[in-house]
């Protein structure tokens, strides 16, 4: 049974930084290209990055390019968003995706597997 956890959200003002993490067990974790995406109330869910299966490449969307870094651990099965200088735009449900089908990376219709997010919340 492949399991997808996120961790790491929380309250922060304006300014400030926050790491994510995301763990998945039940398949073999270095080899999937993996995402994080995105919702806001009210809002669909939005790509935010995502990156190849050995960590050589890294795509961002362009609204957190320069602020957020990806990045995996793969011995630890673990998946992480470093998000800088937040917005309170920021502010949303942040999911971490799994096993990407193919396409781009940064289609939200490309995963198979969701974990339930973790909230991040920017203060103004």
């Known amino acids: 049974q492949v399991q997808v956890v996120e961790s790491g959200g929380g309250l922060v003002q304006a300014g400030g930084s926050l790491r994510l993490s995301c763990t998945a067990s039940?398949?073999?974790?270095?080899?999937?290209?993996m995402a994080w995406f995105r919702q806001a109330p009210g809002k669909e869910r939005e790509e935010v990055s995502c990156i190849t299966a050995n960590g050589g490449s890294l795509y961002y969307a362009d609204s957190v390019k320069g602020r957020f870094a990806i990045s995996r651990d793969n011995p630890k099965n673990t998946l992480y968003l470093l998000m800088n200088s937040l917005k309170p735009e920021d502010t949303a449900m942040y999911y971490c995706a799994d096993q990407w089908r193919g396409g781009s990376c940064l289609d939200r219709n490309k995963y198979n597997y969701w974990g339930q997010g973790t909230q991040v919340t920017v203060s103004s």
């Open positions: 039940g398949l073999i974790f270095d080899r999937y290209v």
